[in-house]
């Protein structure tokens, strides 16, 4: 294994917004490449630019003080356009803890969860992530992290800071619940028992937690067996949710060596995977047709099962009016469900997705407007999504959510998944 340190340019990516996966506004890659080894992994892929991805770790050393100056560009100079990054350097304690609580609105910080595991195990050593954190808690900034390592504890005592003033949401990658088939996978990754008692440990602490299953991989990981297990086994782990999606396989480094594994280690589900991903699509999309079963349907069917959401959460930022947090939740709930599961085509979510941007940005308390009927001339939106805003204020959904999932529950039923 080679470490090089490297010195980042820049560090966060470009604002995000009304994202119905991860519900963070910014993210960001501590390494440049990951140990973890896991073989699907979309990292590997030639799109990133990365070689030789699992065993050259680019460490980004001046990750935190990159940190720092692009957050108090950000934050500062929205705050007062007049007010130079310099001064802020010489503001008291105080007067810094001040603008910081009263400034623009917070952004949900993604730590991890990207390209690069933040916790793979070079940050035993160079503890760029945990520098990170320390920067974010100085900000008083909210994190999402998503991980494959139970590394994640060592930083159990900063994270429990973090949350009390902001939040803190942990979420796990956990794919596959026989330990030797994870071990083919995901050669250098915590085990998956190793994984949901990390969860345990952090919703215990009072955090935020859940679970990503994915990718789920075709005719492996998307059986009922394996599936049934990950859904009970973060129940029991107190996860919010957990998350069922498919595997992407982009043509070029990512897809042979994935095939090289398989070929080698698991060779009965070969001729299978290789029809299911003979399409040889730009993005790595399967051929939807040769799926074993679609991994959002069945996933739902077994969360429904087992007693568990099958959807992630998007949290509340200090000063966020609850009302809105809610009504960003349902509509990206729709969003993923009409995207996602069952392919639609953008117009059936664009509208939706484009109210969830436009409340996740900043706007007032949407309860308040809606009591003084202002909805649609404060927000610029049509009859029509007022109708839906009210209705979820009221009711907790709307029309086209529930039908959407009255849909989903059909497929299910019709393909007996």
């Given at each position: 294994?080679?470490?090089?340190?490297?010195?980042?340019?820049?560090?966060?990516?470009?604002?995000?917004?009304?994202?119905?996966?991860?519900?963070?506004?910014?993210?960001?890659?501590?390494?440049?490449?990951?140990?973890?080894?896991?073989?699907?992994?979309?990292?590997?892929?030639?799109?990133?630019?990365?070689?030789?991805?699992?065993?050259?770790?680019?460490?980004?050393?001046?990750?935190?003080?990159?940190?720092?100056?692009?957050?108090?560009?950000?934050?500062?100079?929205?705050?007062?356009?007049?007010q130079s990054e310099t001064?802020?350097?010489?503001?008291?304690?105080?007067?810094?803890?001040?603008?910081?609580?009263?400034?623009?609105?917070?952004?949900?910080?993604?730590?991890?969860?990207?390209?690069?595991?933040?916790?793979?195990?070079?940050?035993?050593?160079?503890?760029?992530?945990?520098?990170?954190?320390?920067?974010?808690?100085?900000?008083?900034?909210?994190?999402?992290?998503?991980?494959?390592?139970?590394?994640?504890?060592?930083?159990?005592?900063?994270?429990?800071?973090?949350?009390?003033?902001?939040?803190?949401?942990?979420?796990?990658?956990?794919?596959?619940?026989?330990?030797?088939?994870?071990?083919?996978?995901?050669?250098?990754?915590?085990?998956?028992?190793?994984?949901?008692?990390?969860?345990?440990?952090?919703?215990?602490?009072?955090?935020?937690?859940?679970?990503?299953?994915?990718?789920?991989?075709?005719?492996?990981?998307?059986?009922?067996?394996?599936?049934?297990?990950?859904?009970?086994?973060?129940?029991?782990?107190?996860?919010?949710?957990?998350?069922?999606?498919?595997?992407?396989?982009?043509?070029?480094?990512?897809?042979?060596?994935?095939?090289?594994?398989?070929?080698?280690?698991?060779?009965?589900?070969?001729?299978?995977?290789?029809?299911?991903?003979?399409?040889?699509?730009?993005?790595?999309?399967?051929?939807?047709?040769?799926?074993?079963?679609?991994?959002?349907?069945?996933?739902?069917?077994?969360?429904?099962?087992?007693?568990?959401?099958?959807?992630?959460?998007?949290?509340?930022?200090?000063?966020?009016?609850?009302?809105?947090?809610?009504?960003?939740?349902?509509?990206?709930?729709?969003?993923?469900?009409?995207?996602?599961?069952?392919?639609?085509?953008?117009?059936?979510?664009?509208?939706?997705?484009?109210?969830?941007?436009?409340?996740?940005?900043?706007?007032?308390?949407?309860?308040?407007?809606?009591?003084?009927?202002?909805?649609?001339?404060?927000?610029?939106?049509?009859?029509?999504?007022?109708?839906?805003?009210?209705?979820?204020?009221?009711?907790?959904?709307?029309?086209?959510?529930?039908?959407t999932q009255d849909e989903?529950?059909?497929?299910?039923?019709?393909?007996?998944?």
């Amino acid at each position: 294994m080679q470490y090089e340190k490297i010195q980042a340019k820049t560090l966060l990516s470009k604002p995000i917004y009304g994202d119905a996966w991860f519900h963070s506004n910014r993210s960001m890659n501590s390494y440049r490449g990951c140990e973890h080894g896991c073989v699907y992994c979309d990292g590997h892929c030639q799109y990133y630019r990365i070689d030789n991805f699992y065993t050259h770790i680019r460490v980004k050393e001046n990750a935190p003080q990159v940190l720092r100056q692009e957050l108090e560009r950000a934050r500062f100079k929205s705050q007062n356009k007049m007010q130079s990054e310099t001064l802020v350097r010489f503001l008291s304690d105080r007067e810094k803890t001040k603008a910081l609580d009263t400034g623009p609105r917070k952004i949900i910080v993604g730590i991890s969860g990207g390209v690069s595991d933040a916790y793979q195990q070079a940050e035993e050593k160079y503890q760029i992530t945990r520098q990170v954190l320390e920067t974010l808690y100085d900000f008083r900034l909210p994190v999402f992290i998503l991980t494959k390592s139970n590394l994640v504890l060592r930083d159990l005592d900063l994270l429990k800071e973090i949350h009390k003033q902001a939040f803190v949401s942990v979420c796990f990658s956990i794919t596959l619940y026989n330990e030797e088939i994870q071990k083919i996978f995901e050669p250098k990754s915590s085990a998956t028992w190793e994984r949901f008692e990390a969860l345990k440990q952090i919703r215990k602490a009072g955090m935020y937690g859940g679970v990503m299953a994915y990718p789920t991989i075709p005719t492996v990981g998307d059986t009922p067996e394996n599936m049934e297990s990950l859904a009970k086994e973060a129940k029991n782990a107190g996860a919010e949710f957990i998350l069922f999606s498919g595997m992407t396989l982009k043509p070029g480094r990512q897809k042979d060596y994935f095939f090289n594994v398989i070929r080698r280690r698991v060779p009965q589900v070969y001729d299978h995977l290789q029809q299911i991903y003979a399409n040889n699509h730009t993005y790595g999309y399967p051929i939807v047709e040769l799926l074993p079963v679609n991994p959002g349907l069945q996933g739902r069917r077994v969360c429904q099962k087992v007693g568990i959401s099958d959807r992630s959460v998007r949290h509340m930022p200090p000063g966020e009016p609850e009302a809105n947090i809610e009504i960003i939740n349902r509509l990206l709930d729709l969003v993923y469900y009409r995207q996602i599961i069952l392919g639609k085509p953008r117009n059936f979510w664009k509208p939706y997705q484009e109210l969830a941007i436009k409340i996740e940005k900043g706007v007032e308390d949407l309860k308040t407007l809606a009591d003084k009927g202002v909805l649609k001339t404060q927000l610029g939106i049509s009859s029509k999504i007022a109708r839906v805003v009210t209705q979820i204020l009221q009711t907790g959904t709307f029309d086209a959510l529930i039908r959407t999932q009255d849909e989903l529950d059909t497929f299910a039923t019709e393909f007996n998944v």
